[in-house]
């Protein structure tokens, strides 16, 4: 798709990156199908080439409406649409161009403003978040029915997993809202870990990976939480880290992409770049092998449905890998169907669009239902409490159901 931006974008960073990425699409539509979204409403404006239309208009320096932005904000950017296309548009990067251009030119209204500041503000900052759980958990029956589901009882606190040394040494990514809400998948990771001769060790000040002010489109707040984990996680690979992992597929995808982001910032470049390539999400740094010699077949053997998280299939392109772990620890995989369509949650998406992110879940659990699962496992954290909700059936991260196993099974 040729595009010339218009004069201001023209010859700048922004104006050529985007020229680039518009020129790979070649409009055949073989990514709407794969569009959740497009699926529900069935407008264009709602498909990925729809959306690239609207933002070659703004490139193009075309009257930027409050149309252009509601078309956008309905993205999930869960990069079906990457998968499908035959051509490598790579959309993801399209659509954090797009959404920068449109905060830029179609200011919101100030409690959307408020809103949005908010929800960036308590879901990144792990103590503050803390502080308001504790609140939620208090007044947990003055609150609206689809909040007090989300909130897990008081008992729920920090647990810490072994503190056992080994000569391998990887440092974790806590994240912000996984401790408060779900702190037992940290420590599973740690037992799981420590059982495979690997010691986990947190970095100081860790700060929110940025995934969740990126995709508001707060871009500045997101590059500085991103460079000075970049600080933290150089210190830690200094002091003999080999990787660092994260057991969030969201917040693994974000370091990742450290690289790109902060290409241009010249002090952080070259660190950011050593940053994402250390970089694993939890499922690439245990060897299905050393599971099964573990013993852990001698597990509990539940029936799991796998939710693939798009940010684990889409994003970081693992696929196949956490399916081949659950099934060395002794669980059977039941049949789903619909197994790259989005959960509806997405980082805030299922806050800000209530609608198509409840008809997603209630879509997604129809699909992870058919073989009658006793329990649903995933790969991160938001996916996890959103299917929750409405789930028939226990909700896990697929850390957890290994660790279970493992507890199980004889210490070698
Ligand atoms: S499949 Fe790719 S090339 Fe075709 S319309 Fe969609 S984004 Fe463009
Ligand atoms: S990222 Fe997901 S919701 Fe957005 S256009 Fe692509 S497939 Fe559709």
Redesign the pocket.
């Known amino acids: 798709m040729y595009s010339q931006p218009a004069a201001g974008l023209e010859g700048t960073p922004r104006g050529d990156e985007a020229q680039a990425l518009l020129r790979n699409c070649v409009h055949c539509g073989f990514?709407l199908p794969?569009?959740?979204?497009?699926r529900i409403t069935g407008n264009e404006l709602d498909?990925?080439r729809g959306?690239i239309y609207l933002i070659k208009q703004m490139v193009e320096g075309a009257e930027t409406t409050a149309t252009t932005r509601f078309h956008l904000d309905r993205?999930?950017?869960?990069?079906?649409?990457e998968r499908a296309c035959p051509s490598g548009v790579e959309?993801g990067r399209l659509?954090d161009l797009g959404r920068e251009l449109v905060e830029e030119r179609v200011p919101r209204a100030l409690p959307q403003r408020a809103l949005r500041l908010g929800l960036a503000a308590s879901l990144s900052r792990p103590r503050l978040f803390g502080a308001l759980l504790r609140i939620g958990q208090a007044v947990g029956s003055w609150l609206p029915a689809s909040l007090q589901a989300r909130i897990p009882p008081r008992s729920a606190r920090r647990l810490r997993g072994p503190a056992t040394r080994h000569a391998r040494r990887v440092v974790l990514l806590e994240g912000c809202v996984q401790p408060g809400l779900k702190p037992g998948i940290n420590a599973a990771t740690e037992r799981v870990l420590d059982r495979l001769g690997i010691s986990v060790e947190r970095v100081a000040g860790e700060q929110c990976c940025g995934a969740l002010g990126h995709h508001l489109g707060h871009t500045e707040r997101a590059l500085d939480q991103a460079r000075r984990n970049v600080d933290s996680c150089c210190a830690a690979l200094d002091a003999g880290a080999e990787a660092i992992v994260s057991s969030a597929s969201a917040c693994g995808l974000m370091v990742k992409d450290y690289a790109r982001l902060l290409a241009g910032d010249p002090d952080r470049a070259t660190q950011a770049r050593r940053v994402s390539e250390a970089t694993r999400d939890l499922a690439e740094v245990i060897p299905p092998d050393e599971l099964a010699r573990a013993g852990l077949r001698r597990g509990r053997g539940l029936s799991v449905a796998w939710q693939a998280p798009c940010t684990l299939q889409h994003g970081q392109h693992i696929r196949g890998r956490v399916e081949v772990l659950l099934e060395a620890a002794g669980h059977t995989l039941t049949p789903t169907s619909e197994p790259t369509m989005?959960c509806g949650s997405a980082g805030t998406y299922s806050l800000l669009q209530p609608e198509l992110s409840s008809e997603l879940r209630r879509r997604k659990l129809a699909a992870l239902s058919g073989g009658n699962p006793q329990v649903i496992a995933t790969a991160n954290i938001g996916c996890l409490e959103h299917l929750q909700v409405t789930s028939p059936v226990p909700v896990r991260h697929w850390i957890e159901l290994i660790a279970d196993a493992l507890d199980d099974a004889p210490n070698r």
């Open positions: 990514c794969a569009c959740p979204t497009y498909s990925p959306r993205c999930l950017t869960c990069r079906a649409c959309y659509i989005c």
